[in-house]
């Protein structure tokens, strides 16, 4: 499994801590990680996320991930195929973090892992399926996060 990060808003140079955020993308990956496969994380603005919304979900509002999972090709091509894209709204993260008492980095990886979560087939369509992947994304940031 191989994730791929892309800054497609002007997120802060000291926020930009790829490794940190492909490893708990990773983490969170772990179930599918022998999958010949890649991940995008795009991390966006406002205006693209609701376009994203727009296009692809018929939602006309700002969210803070989407996730898109891709199939599986039919036969072996040889490279990675696309698992999947997770949209990060950083516009998003950079509101919510001092709602729920993470920094911005924190907030941005919430998502990040929020949405490789859905990846691997969680669901949040309940408070207790919500509660359930929170606490694992929580797990994860707090596993990458500490000093070892």
């Given at each position: 499994m191989n994730v791929n990060i892309f800054y497609q808003t002007d997120v802060p140079k000291h926020l930009r801590r790829t490794g940190i955020i492909k490893k708990a993308c990773l983490a969170a990956l772990a179930p599918c990680a022998k999958e010949n496969a890649e991940v995008n994380i795009i991390f966006v603005d406002e205006k693209e996320i609701l376009r994203v919304n727009k296009t692809y979900l018929n939602h006309h509002y700002v969210t803070d991930v989407i996730s898109f999972n891709h199939p599986r090709p039919p036969f072996d091509i040889g490279a990675p195929w696309a698992f999947g894209d997770v949209y990060v709204c950083y516009g998003v993260a950079r509101k919510n973090a001092p709602l729920f008492k993470h920094t911005h980095l924190q907030?941005?990886?919430?998502?990040?892992?929020?949405?490789c979560l859905h990846l691997t087939g969680m669901d949040d369509g309940t408070p207790p399926q919500r509660a359930e992947m929170d606490r694992k994304a929580e797990k994860i940031i707090a596993r990458t996060l500490s000093p070892r």
């Open positions: 907030e941005m990886m919430m998502y990040a892992v929020h949405g």
